[in-house]
């Protein structure tokens, strides 16, 4: 299995500043067959089902403000909050989906310092 | 705007079997991936199983001898069975949707497939085994 890790576990960071979360994968989620990277980032709310952000580990889901960004190739991955607002508090999640069985990081919980 | 709604018991008894219920409205079932999900504070968040349109399947081999999930093309549904639960099996049960890339021959017939990212959820439906 493809074992997901992200870090930090949690950060807190002041509204209107830049907040980065990394995802580590135990195994490249790089396809050869189309040079594409099958990663995706999901945002959680309290009480509500994981809301995509990214795929192809880059590419923002329609209607995500630019804000959000994601980078990184192979098995080292970054999401980027580059201005953090309020409504930005959520856990975060990588997932790959490479392979089955899909597979999650643990999640970071992202909070207002 | 696809809309997928989870229903089911909320309580099942231990060694039962729990079964739920995806109901899609707003969008076909036909052309995509169909998934279970689900998240419990201990092992946060965790794929059950896929079912394409087409009737093929995959399974998490962490609970694929316990798990069957199949698709109601007609009532635009499909299903989680989950047999001889416990307490573990306490968790929010999603169903979501898998975006795909499917290959068709000049005739139609799909040929191939990849389930790419989920891109649609369900709001979840907190399932406690429990007697």
């Known amino acids: 299995d493809f074992v997901m890790t992200q870090s930090p576990d949690s950060l807190a960071v002041s509204l209107g500043e830049r907040a980065t979360i990394n995802c580590k994968s135990s195994?490249?989620?790089?396809?050869?067959?189309?040079?594409?990277?099958?990663l995706a980032w999901f945002q959680q709310k309290p009480g509500q089902p994981p809301k995509l952000l990214i795929y192809?580990?880059?590419t923002r889901e329609f209607g995500v403000p630019d804000r959000f960004s994601g980078s990184g190739s192979g098995t080292d991955f970054t999401l980027t909050i580059s201005t953090l607002r309020a409504e930005d508090v959520a856990v975060y999640y990588c997932?790959?989906?490479?392979?089955?069985?899909?597979?999650f990081g643990q999640g970071t919980k992202l909070e207002i310092k | 705007q696809v809309q997928l709604q989870e229903s089911g018991p909320g309580l099942v008894n231990p060694s039962e079997t729990l079964s739920l219920t995806c109901t899609i409205s707003?969008?076909?079932?036909?052309?995509?991936?169909w998934s279970w999900i689900r998240q419990s504070p201990g092992k946060g968040l965790e794929w059950i199983a896929y079912?394409?349109?087409?009737?093929?399947?995959e399974y998490n081999p962490s609970l694929k001898s316990r798990v069957t999930i199949s698709v109601d093309t007609s009532n635009n549904q499909f299903s989680l069975r989950l047999k001889s639960v416990t307490a573990a099996d306490t968790a929010v049960y999603y169903c979501?949707?898998?975006?795909?890339?499917?290959?068709?021959?000049?005739?139609?017939?799909?040929?191939?497939?990849?389930?790419?990212?989920?891109?649609?959820w369900g709001q979840g439906t907190l399932v406690t085994v429990s007697s």
């Open positions: 192809w580990a880059s």
């Open positions: 997932q790959q989906y490479f392979g089955t069985p899909f597979t």
């Open positions: 079912i394409h349109y087409s009737g093929s399947t």
């Open positions: 979501a949707r898998g975006d795909p890339t499917n290959y068709y021959d000049s005739s139609g017939h799909l040929i191939n497939s990849w389930h790419n990212w989920l891109d649609s």
């Open positions: 195994q490249s989620v790089l396809h050869s067959s189309n040079n594409k990277n099958y």
């Open positions: 707003g969008g076909s079932i036909s052309s995509y991936y």
